[in-house]
């Protein structure tokens, strides 16, 4: 269906029949449907359980002033082939705060910490080879294809959670080395052959990444993103994107009103809310949530067919968890270090520097520590001030000056995995990833879903945005036929072009 004839059926329904919809939790994709909705001539309201806005965008400021330094301790970067989550920033005003995002593996002076000897990244591949032995050094292969191996297994190491670090051992022992070794490496090292570029190498030979198991060839995606020379942030947070929407949206947005349970109905949805010790329960014609599954399976659910629950309890959470510290100065800076993350260690994992610049009047901020899967997990057990004592004893083994008197001014962290209103960092689409999202934005009469968890791109803000789209033509094509003697649109293939342009075009 042509996107111009798709639009104007769609106005021309929302003009006859504009209703109120209640959507269920103010993070992006809460609050992208909200602004879109709103565009179409709706009316809307959102209820959020927690007593913030912003869902798993968190931006932890060490200050009260406009310059005080900053950490994310949720979403931290954009990749620039992340269309949607672009034109939001772009449509909110804020794309002169887009910048580089400095990532894993581009700083050549990060460092890396081996079996407690401290060396830089770009090092530790050729002592990987020396210490672990094994099939870095079996003859059978070449070296370039024993060097690339020992890249890709630094890599994975510092990247992936404990179950993915196996299966990447496991393949490479039994058929991933003949592979490599059938392959023209060369075009992916750097000129002084030092490093390699993954990103290039997984994007031209899928072949590599149909040879590994299931999971880790989900995986192998992610990192090509996470390794990316192109990822952009938001300078001076990533909460501006969600006060923005926020404050484009009209209707009212009410904290501290957590949803206890939801029952479908044939022609509306019932909600019922506990806010101050009380419960009240409300009728919608439409409702749009957004809640976690982590966190839905939990509520009394009613009217849910037996596939829709299945799906809810079924969807697989990874832990996250993050501690930022707020130092006196940015210490690392006197090694050559501009930004990108080193690898602390132990169960600390990735150390990120910040690749903005902060007043240096009130210091500087590191996140000290980002992990997910099992490592988050076990950090996440620790009561908080064990989690920073411990972040700081590992990560000062290889930035001793952590342990300077008064260098760490203030600290703050958050264990996704353990808090109330996700209760996981974000959903892993490690098997049968199609069904699994497809699943979670089915919707249940007129009870719609949108978030990560109903994505192609879990864990990013791109998923939540794509989901919130589809969730608002849905909720239009539903109206359509409910509502009025307009034909039944569809379009092509289910576009989330389509969709998106039809949307975001809208009533401009």
Not at 351 to 380: C, W
Not at 451 to 461: D, I, K, N, V, Y
Request: net charge negative; glycine share 8%.
């Amino acid at each position: 269906m042509d996107t111009k004839i798709l639009l104007e059926q769609c106005q021309l329904a929302n003009l006859q029949s504009g209703k109120r919809i209640t959507i269920l939790g103010a993070g992006i994709a809460g609050l992208v449907a909200a602004y879109e909705l709103e565009r179409l001539g709706h009316e809307v309201e959102i209820i959020e359980g927690s007593p913030r806005i912003g869902g798993r965008v968190l931006t932890h400021r060490f200050g009260n002033s406009p310059d005080a330094p900053y950490a994310e301790l949720g979403a931290m970067r954009i990749p620039s082939e992340h269309k949607l989550t672009l034109h939001y920033v772009h449509e909110m005003g804020l794309s002169h705060k887009l910048c580089k995002f400095m990532t894993v593996f581009e700083e050549s002076n990060a460092l890396m910490n081996i079996n407690g000897e401290v060396l830089k990244m770009k090092d530790a591949p050729r002592v990987l080879q020396q210490t672990e032995g094994g099939i870095f050094s079996d003859t059978r292969y070449s070296q370039k294809t024993r060097l690339f191996a020992a890249w890709l297994k630094t890599i994975i190491n510092t990247i992936a959670p404990g179950n993915l670090r196996s299966d990447f051992e496991r393949d490479l022992h039994s058929h991933l080395m003949d592979e490599l070794e059938r392959l023209d490496l060369d075009p992916y090292f750097s000129e002084d052959g030092e490093t390699i570029d993954l990103s290039c190498f997984l994007t031209q030979n899928p072949s590599f990444r149909a040879k590994c198991s299931q999971g880790l060839d989900i995986f192998l995606g992610d990192i090509m993103t996470e390794t990316s020379h192109d990822l952009l942030q938001l300078k001076g947070g990533m909460d501006q994107l969600i006060q923005r929407l926020a404050a484009s949206i009209k209707g009212s947005i009410k904290c501290n009103c957590e949803v206890v349970g939801i029952a479908v109905q044939k022609d509306h949805v019932e909600i019922t809310t506990q806010e101050n010790g009380q419960l009240h329960t409300r009728q919608s014609d439409y409702v749009l949530c957004t809640i976690p599954f982590s966190i839905l399976r939990k509520l009394e659910l009613k009217g849910f067919d037996q596939d829709k629950l299945d799906s809810i309890h079924n969807t697989v959470y990874c832990p996250g968890t993050k501690v930022a510290f707020h130092t006196r100065e940015s210490f690392w800076s006197k090694d050559g270090i501009k930004g990108g993350a080193s690898f602390s260690g132990e169960g600390v994992r990735q150390t990120y520097y910040p690749s903005v610049k902060f007043n240096p009047e009130h210091g500087s901020v590191m996140l000290a520590s980002y992990t997910i899967g099992d490592d988050a997990e076990r950090m996440g057990m620790m009561s908080e001030s064990e989690r920073f004592d411990y972040v700081q004893n590992t990560v000062s083994k290889i930035h001793p000056e952590l342990n300077a008197p008064n260098m760490i001014v203030d600290k703050a962290s958050i264990a996704w995995g353990n808090y109330k209103w996700s209760a996981g960092g974000c959903t892993i689409h490690w098997d049968d990833s199609e069904s699994n999202y497809l699943a979670a934005q089915r919707s249940q009469n007129t009870l719609f879903f949108a978030g990560e968890h109903c994505s192609r791109f879990p864990a990013w803000l791109q998923g939540s945005i794509e989901s919130a789209i589809e969730a608002v033509y849905d909720i239009v094509k539903h109206k359509q036929v409910a509502q009025s003697t307009i034909p039944t649109l569809v379009p092509q293939a289910n576009s989330i072009t389509t969709i998106a342009v039809s949307v975001q075009v809208g009533v401009r």
